[in-house]
């Protein structure tokens, strides 16, 4: 075993600490660091699976260069390098700075992040640098800005220990940030009340004390009707709002104008009445409340108005800045805070300074000794894809996000990029949707390899380590940034050597003609963002600094919450109320495409599954692209459960297999975000969202696109379970999952082969004589099942019906692991299902433990188990990362409501 290295989970915006080990083998061992604030040694089931997805299968480990006929050759980093800077610096030379842009994204470390945007916006004079996190958190920044000043988050996490009440607005923190999710958890065992406004029954609502299932955009109605309400019943903090905010009477007016009367937000919302007052009585008697929220809120062509219409509610109440109290945007990726930090959205500079400011353009300038400083906002995501394909961007750096993939209107995106002159990837996967459409692509190190800080949901700055060797010729982002600037000319401002010397470069920035933190009571507006007691920190206290929360005094301690003073950033010190009004959703109403797309995660994926798709545990929660619908539409739209149905709005289509369950509300599906090009068909549903933006942020609408659903019609379903990746260029319907030493299809095709066996001997390249073949075909069922032994050991197997009834993947997965097959599980294989009662686990709903559904249900019946401890006790589900305690929850109450037999 190699030493243990203290690091930080690489996915959601909690930031847990990580510690990770090398064995001789090779093999990552991780688990919780306890000394860690984010999660005091818990983790989550996609933390605790980062083992599994460090392997460099499908890594890209060199520079690769596009020819013309679309094949990739591999290249030196000089003569790459090369390509990228003499593309930049013609198209600049012609067309000016503002014809090249980069695509960066909340995944880059600060480091990386830092010396991207001093790039773009001090040396090549240009602020068309955006990131992913437009798509993510824009709609946050802008609210933050507007209410307070700048781009700050006021609270911690400790706040959700000591809330009454935790309100969470459009997020499914059970699935999207579990270990903080498993803290509300605990605070509500302590007696904290849980309210979630989410037009789906999550896996969050699970453990809601109340669900407000809130028509979808509705939520600035929701919470301007609470302004009203806290106002009329005197739950305001006098004192506080007459000295340290501005803008009272106007928002009240609006909000009571909008409002109306509590009857009349309870229907635009879509709520009884009874539940809005319920949950307005309770933020009234709590003075503890904390208010969590992201992408309902932020996805939203009212995005901005949703995160301030929010604020207005603590502003009111004074609750803020306290322990136990505050609105709270949580983050998704995990450096989503240092990219803000750095400046990397195209309105914004370095160090929380603007753009439009001419003071802070000359701070920044003089700090920088730029040649050419940025004078104006840059295009933000959307408008930047536009550009490209107008051809008013030509040269397009994209590092560390799948844009094909997960901007709205990805189709047209995809066309952008064919239509630019000069595409740079820079990604740790080779095989991307996007990288198909580089001209150069450029390998950069993976979590494990690279080294600098993020910064998580509460201000917590902490360490990423390696513990790995660099593989092939990746190199680090921000090394690869330098080596570009080099060549462009630009040697003085990128000769750093180390992360080390860059964080130090970042640091010093935020203090720079700054006041020093903890000072509340100077005149002028102090930028919160202040590092001051990490600028002269040696390289070794920088490799070994411990998290800490912004802003950092000079002694170095940390700062837990901001504005408990009162002290906002506004130059007159106070915060703003922002006037808000409720506004539909754009094409909220389409009679050709009736229903609402909702987009979102699952469980135990990450985004665009260029990591997690790797982990044979993560795989196992949702193992295919889905359209989950209320019965009622299903039935209106002619699909059902089970069947494929293809998905339809004004911008793109795709298809998806039919599933009820997943709590949505009658006009309403939900498609997952994480399905593309590599693992599906036709599944990426980027495609069909609407490009709409929010006015204020330029966050897209990603949660309300008009669709409809119609049947897609196929004569056979199937699987394939094989060791061996399948050729599925023939198939009008395929979805790829990573197994325990296998891979499994799902499959559809429009015609039934003429000749079963045939075709599926061909299919799975089971020609060879050594071939142990099992088959059986009844075509009058439509029924046709084969599978393929070596020596004795499963090698393939392929089943085929005319309907999608399928037996069960999960008993045939398990022959895989097996050295040979016996006679039992040969006769399950041509009888096609499992040989023996009982032993088929179901699909996985513990993916710690890998325990499947029909085992908890089993248990929960036999032995009589009421709660998700229990469970625990016997099966051990639930007992590692507590992911599947609302599914857990969920069991018990469906095997408890089944009738038994
Ligand atoms: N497992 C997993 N975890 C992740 C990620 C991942 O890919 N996988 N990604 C990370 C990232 S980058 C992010 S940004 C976060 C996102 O974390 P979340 O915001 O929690 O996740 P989403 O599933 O995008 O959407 C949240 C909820 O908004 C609801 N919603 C839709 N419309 C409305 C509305 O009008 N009003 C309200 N109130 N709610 C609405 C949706 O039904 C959905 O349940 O997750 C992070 N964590
Ligand atoms: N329909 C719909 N679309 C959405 C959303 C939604 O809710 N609905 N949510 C949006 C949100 S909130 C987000 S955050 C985005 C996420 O969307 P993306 O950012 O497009 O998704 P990822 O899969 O995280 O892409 C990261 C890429 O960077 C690579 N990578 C990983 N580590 C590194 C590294 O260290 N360096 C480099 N150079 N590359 C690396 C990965 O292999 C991968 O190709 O999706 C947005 N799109
Ligand atoms: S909650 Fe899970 S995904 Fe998020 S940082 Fe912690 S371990 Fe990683
Ligand atoms: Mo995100």
Not at 219 to 243: A, C, E, K
Not at 579 to 605: C, F, I, K, M, Q
Request: glycine letters at 10%; aromatic letters at 8%; proline letters at 6%.
């Amino acid at each position: 075993m190699s030493a243990t290295v203290a690091t930080t989970c690489p996915y959601c915006g909690v930031g847990c600490g990580v510690l990770a080990q090398v064995a001789v083998d090779g093999a990552v061992s991780v688990q919780g660091d306890v000394a860690h604030g984010s999660n005091h040694g818990r983790l989550c089931v996609k933390g605790a699976a980062l083992g599994e997805t460090v392997d460099l299968q499908g890594r890209l480990l060199h520079p690769k260069l596009r020819a013309e006929d679309g094949s990739f050759r591999r290249a030196s980093w000089d003569e790459a390098l090369d390509r990228v800077a003499d593309g930049f610096r013609r198209i600049v030379d012609q067309h000016g700075p503002d014809a090249v842009a980069l695509y960066v994204s909340g995944q880059l470390l600060t480091e990386d992040y830092y010396v991207a945007n001093k790039l773009a916006k001090g040396y090549l004079g240009t602020a068309n640098i955006d990131t992913n996190s437009r798509l993510c958190m824009s709609s946050a920044v802008a609210g933050h800005k507007r209410a307070f000043g700048e781009d700050v988050v006021p609270g911690c996490y400790e706040d959700l220990d000591q809330a009454e009440l935790i309100v969470l607005v459009g997020s499914n923190t059970a699935w999207c940030h579990p270990v903080l999710f498993q803290r509300m958890v605990r605070a509500q065992e302590n007696g904290a009340r849980l309210v979630v406004i989410d037009p789906r029954f999550t896996a969050t609502c699970e453990s809601a004390d109340l669900h407000l299932p809130v028509k979808p955009g509705t939520d600035v109605w929701l919470f301007n009707g609470l302004l009203s309400f806290l106002f009329q019943h005197g739950v305001m903090d006098v004192g506080f709002v007459d000295t340290h905010t501005d803008g009272l009477n106007a928002t009240l007016a609006t909000a009571a104008a909008e409002a109306g009367d509590y009857a009349t937000v309870a229907r635009i919302c879509g709520v009884q009445l009874s539940d809005l007052l319920a949950f307005y009585r309770l933020f009234a008697r709590h003075e503890r409340v904390v208010s969590l929220f992201s992408q309902g809120v932020n996805q939203s062509s009212s995005g901005t108005d949703k995160v301030n219409s929010i604020i207005n509610c603590h502003l009111l109440t004074g609750r803020i800045g306290r322990p136990g109290m505050g609105p709270f945007s949580i983050t998704g990726q995990p450096n989503a805070m240092g990219g803000r930090e750095v400046g990397g959205l195209a309105n914004m500079l370095a160090a929380h300074m603007e753009l439009h400011d001419p003071v802070h353009r000359d701070i920044v300038q003089s700090f920088w000794s730029s040649p050419h400083m940025a004078a104006q906002p840059g295009l933000k995501a959307v408008a930047l894809f536009d550009a490209v394909l107008e051809g008013r961007v030509k040269a397009l750096w994209i590092m560390g996000t799948n844009p094909v993939v997960s901007l709205p209107d990805a189709d047209r995106a995809r066309r952008a990029l064919n239509a630019c002159e000069l595409v740079v990837c820079t990604d740790v996967i080779e095989h991307t949707d996007t990288n198909r459409h580089a001209h150069v692509l450029l390998p950069a190190l993976a979590w494990g390899e690279k080294d600098g800080t993020v910064t998580s949901s509460e201000r917590r700055l902490s360490r990423q380590r390696p513990f790995l060797p660099v593989p092939g010729e990746a190199r680090a982002d921000w090394r690869i940034i330098c080596d570009v600037a080099q060549r462009l000319g630009f040697a003085e401002g990128f000769g750093f050597q180390s992360p080390h010397e860059i964080f130090i470069e970042h640091a010093r920035l935020t203090a720079f003609r700054n006041h020093p933190p903890g000072n509340g009571d100077l005149p002028a507006s102090p930028r919160q963002l202040n590092l001051s007691g990490l600028t002269s920190l040696t390289r070794q206290a920088y490799d070994s600094m411990r998290p800490v929360q912004w802003p950092v005094r000079e002694d170095g301690s940390g700062t837990a919450r901001l504005f408990a003073g009162g002290q906002f950033a506004h130059p007159d010190g106070r915060a703003r109320f922002v006037a808000t009004s409720g506004r539909a959703p754009a094409n909220a109403t389409d009679r050709e495409y009736p229903l609402v797309l909702n987009t979102g995660r699952v469980r135990d994926h990450w985004h665009t599954m260029t990591r997690t798709g790797k982990s044979p545990r993560l795989a196992g929660h949702t193992s295919e692209p889905y359209v989950d619908m209320h019965p009622h539409d299903a039935l209106r739209s002619g699909v059902r459960a089970g069947e494929l149905a293809s998905v339809h709005s004004r911008w793109g289509s795709m298809v998806a297999r039919v599933r009820h369950g997943g709590g949505v509300l009658a006009g309403t599906v939900f498609v997952p975000i994480h399905w593309n090009d590599q693992f599906a068909s036709d599944a990426r549903v980027g495609g069909l969202v609407n490009p709409v933006v929010d006015p204020v942020s330029g966050e897209p609408e990603f949660k309300h696109t008009p669709v409809r659903v119609e049947p897609f019609p196929v004569r056979w379903y199937g699987f394939a379970i094989g060791r061996q990746s399948l050729p599925t260029s023939a198939l009008s319907y395929w979805t790829l999952i990573r197994g325990d030493r296998f891979l499994r299809y799902e499959i559809a095709h429009r015609e039934r082969p003429g000749d079963c066996s045939a075709w599926a001997r061909t299919w799975l390249g089971a020609h060879t004589s050594d071939a142990d073949w099992l088959e059986h075909d009844d075509p009058s069922s439509g029924i046709y099942r084969a599978a393929w032994a070596v020596e004795g050991r499963m090698e393939a197997c392929v089943f085929l019906s005319s309907r999608p009834d399928l037996p069960s993947r999960h008993w045939l997965a398990r022959l895989f692991g097996q050295e040979r097959l016996t006679e039992s599980d040969r006769a399950g294989l041509l009888a096609g299902e499992p040989p023996g009662a009982g032993i088929d686990a179901g699909p996985v709903v513990c993916s710690c433990f890998g325990v499947g559904r029909n085992t908890i249900a089993e248990a929960i019946s036999a032995d009589d188990l009421d709660t998700p401890a229990q469970i625990t006790a016997a099966l051990r589900a639930g007992g590692n990362c507590g992911s599947c305690i609302p599914e857990l929850r969920r069991l018990i109450a469906e095997t408890r409501a089944a009738p038994t037999v």
